[in-house]
């Protein structure tokens, strides 16, 4: 690990702050990523501003009938919550296939949007990366690409989002909530928003400005209906998804659903939410402009599978 310099906000205002005048920061809260990255050396941060004591550990209810998940809500929290696991169903299943109890306990609300990809070729700094290191090659295009994303791609990258919680948070409508350092008014963002495409600059994930901090999540009014979290994976616990279904659905089968394991980001189509029941048909224009390689080629025919059983399930 390199050297580096520590300091803590005392607020969301001195957060940014600080991070405006100390060019390339990093906020860290629970680290979970960020310090694993850090002793590969493939974040190399100068500085580090410890955000744990500026508050947005609470969980709060909205004029809107929705709720404000504060930036530091610990995953555990979140998951426990009486209102998420009554109206938000899918979000608390979601958090609790996600990573150990022990990381879920550290692991905080705004971190886990945050994440970076597990691409193994992305630990790997004997290999050429973009997006670890612009323009020296992706060596996933010919290599070991089993578990890496089949739409939403590009030519110069073909690493997937690994999170659970933001596929929950995509299928929920939920928008992001963030801080400037020049601006007095939070940001909202929508999920598709707030993460890229790869395109030419798959080392830039999301649309964050310098110093800028994620300080909340806002979830709308609850969506009635069946609400189901499936993560297809290797082995039944601690691994990340090969194809996961985010799920609202009716006992007919309609409704809607997002999935992770298949892109950059979280990945939801209107269209073909619109063709639910018929799974193979809502697959298919979800994944129309699908580009798989070889050895991802399967993830399509998982992918219908898995949307097949949350329809069954919803019926049931």
């Not at 939410?273 to 050895?295: G, I, N």
Request: with cysteine.
């Amino acid at each position: 690990m390199r050297p580096f310099t520590f300091e803590r906000a005392t607020s969301v205002e001195d957060a940014v702050t600080k991070a405006a005048a100390k060019p390339n920061s990093k906020f860290i809260a629970g680290g979970t990523n960020l310090l694993d990255l850090m002793k590969l050396q493939i974040e190399t941060p100068p500085h580090l501003i410890d955000v744990n004591h500026i508050g947005l550990d609470e969980i709060e209810e909205t004029e809107e009938g929705g709720l404000r998940i504060g930036a530091l809500v610990s995953n555990t929290a979140l998951a426990a919550d009486s209102r998420i696991r009554q109206n938000y169903g899918v979000l608390s299943r979601a958090l609790v296939a996600g990573a150990s109890g022990q990381l879920r306990n550290k692991a905080t609300t705004g971190g886990n949007l945050l994440q970076r990809t597990r691409c193994p070729y992305f630990y790997d700094t004997n290999m050429p990366c973009n997006k670890r290191e612009p323009d020296s090659g992706c060596s996933a295009m010919g290599g070991f690409s089993r578990q890496l994303g089949v739409v939403g791609t590009s030519e110069n990258c073909i690493a997937t989002y690994p999170g659970d919680m933001a596929v929950a948070l995509r299928v929920l409508d939920a928008t992001i909530e963030t801080q400037r350092p020049a601006e007095k008014a939070p940001r909202m963002l929508t999920l598709d928003d707030f993460y890229r495409l790869p395109g030419d600059s798959p080392n830039i994930e999301t649309v964050l400005e310098p110093g800028e901090l994620i300080t909340a999540v806002h979830l709308p009014a609850p969506v009635t209906g069946k609400h189901i979290y499936k993560k297809v994976r290797d082995r039944a616990s601690y691994a990340f998804a090969v194809v996961s279904i985010a799920a609202i659905l009716k006992e007919d089968g309609t409704g809607r659903f997002a999935c992770g394991g298949l892109a950059p980001r979280p990945w939801r189509d209107a269209k073909a939410e619109a063709l639910l029941p018929d799974a193979k048909a809502a697959t298919a224009q979800l994944l129309a402009e699908a580009s798989p390689t070889d050895q991802n080629q399967f993830k399509i025919k998982l992918t219908e599978r898995a949307l097949s059983s949350v329809i069954a399930e919803a019926s049931s």
